[in-house]
């Protein structure tokens, strides 16, 4: 589907320190970036350790060896390949009843407003085993996802994980442990929240056991069958996000200035959201916006066409005699629709052709779509200049470079 941008112009912004004494620049990272930051020099201290040679010299961006992974892990059958389908392939779910058993690791590379890979792991395969080069899978780590199946026997699970844990934490101590505990639909809301509290119990009280006090490990409770697993994956790859409190203060200002009641920056392809405003989470409001995306997309495939060149010509020349930039408003998408008779208004503003800002507009709110409008487009320059400041300052280390 053909996506149209319009070009900006790049806006160089002077981070120096003014104030005595004087060094050099003063460097503003995110938690995110800082985390990387120290991934990527444990694993310069690890190589050095391994063959005693002289490392390779820090960069000056976070983990810039390589695109960030995240790894799937779990046991057999625990629905690793069905959530990399469905979530990064727009597989339905329904067939995902008949992928095959992984046989060896899948490495799936991601193209979008940030480059990024997924590798699903066989069940069956030790890669604790020395054969396998650890740095090879652990060294480009951006978050090691274990899914554990919640309908069947998880003691096994728990304890190849907490042996995982614990293999990994001597040289790689800043490894983002993310928990899926999956296949929770038709689960009863207190049956979930027992099997989560029981997991959680179970693994840190084994690595309390061997030291390891109040290990960072997250849990979400996700199915492939609802927008759970969606969410799941967002607030995975938010902690790969450097500037995600920038974009989140951007978000913030939109909905205190339009009065909306939650606003998200989606990725288009995975509809997952990189970012969102500070208020509390509704699913039925995200599940709403990710399906509107859904059916925007649909349409423009559709009627969405790559234009030749000599139509473009033609546009541009009599009567208007004008480029085809300045014959429309926007040349992005935008879309609005009024849900219960004008009471909850949706809008959609594409930001680039990978990412795209919805929002829950207020009851009444749709007779001051100029004023909205407005914001919006201030919001989305916004967006767009940190991206834009970002794959500049990807130029060097291409790890977290976006495509635009």
Not at 23 to 46: K, M, T, Y
Not at 218 to 239: D, P
Not at 260 to 273: N, Q, W
Request: hydrophobic share 35%.
């Amino acid at each position: 589907m053909p996506l149209l941008h319009t070009g900006r112009r790049r806006t160089k912004l002077d981070r120096s320190y003014n104030g005595p004494p004087r060094q050099g620049p003063v460097r503003h990272i995110s938690p995110a970036q800082l985390n990387l930051e120290r991934v990527h020099e444990q694993n310069r201290l690890s190589v050095r350790k391994k063959d005693g040679t002289k490392a390779p010299e820090p960069a000056p961006g976070p983990a810039a060896k390589g695109k960030p992974r995240l790894l799937l892990m779990g046991q057999r059958r625990s629905g690793k390949s069905s959530i990399s389908s469905v979530v990064f392939h727009k597989m339905p779910p329904n067939e995902t009843l008949f992928l095959e058993s992984t046989a060896r690791i899948q490495k799936d590379s991601m193209h979008s407003f940030m480059d990024f890979q997924v590798w699903d792991f066989p069940g069956q395969v030790d890669f604790m085993d020395p054969s396998f080069d650890l740095d090879a899978i652990f060294g480009e780590i951006g978050a090691l996802i274990w899914v554990i199946d919640a309908q069947d026997d998880y003691l096994e699970a728990i304890n190849r994980l907490n042996s995982t844990i614990l293999n990994l934490q001597p040289s790689y101590p800043n490894v983002n442990v993310e928990v899926f505990i999956h296949k929770v639909d038709g689960l009863s809301d207190d049956y979930k929240l027992d099997i989560r509290r029981d997991i959680l119990q179970r693994i840190q009280d084994e690595l309390s056991d061997h030291g390891v006090e109040n290990a960072p490990i997250n849990y979400h409770l996700t199915s492939i069958y609802n927008h759970s697993i969606f969410e799941a994956f967002s607030k995975v790859i938010q902690k790969l996000i450097p500037h995600l409190p920038t974009l989140e203060a951007l978000l913030n200002d939109l909905c205190r200035s339009c009065r909306f009641e939650k606003a998200y920056l989606f990725d288009v392809l995975s509809k997952i959201y990189i970012a969102t405003d500070s208020s509390s989470m509704d699913m039925a409001s995200y599940e709403i916006c990710s399906d509107y995306i859904d059916v925007i997309v649909d349409v423009s495939e559709i009627y969405g066409w790559d234009r030749p060149k000599e139509y473009i010509e033609l546009l541009e020349g009599p009567p208007w005699n004008k480029k085809l930039e300045d014959q429309s408003g926007c040349r992005d998408a935008e879309s609005a629709i009024v849900l219960t008779d004008g009471k909850r208004p949706i809008m959609l503003r594409e930001v680039n052709k990978y990412l795209a800002l919805v929002a829950i507009m207020c009851q009444g709110s749709y007779e001051k779509m100029p004023n909205v409008t407005m914001n919006v487009e201030g919001t989305v320059r916004g967006l767009t200049e940190v991206f834009e400041i970002t794959k500049q300052s990807r130029q060097i280390p291409r790890v977290m470079r976006r495509s635009y």
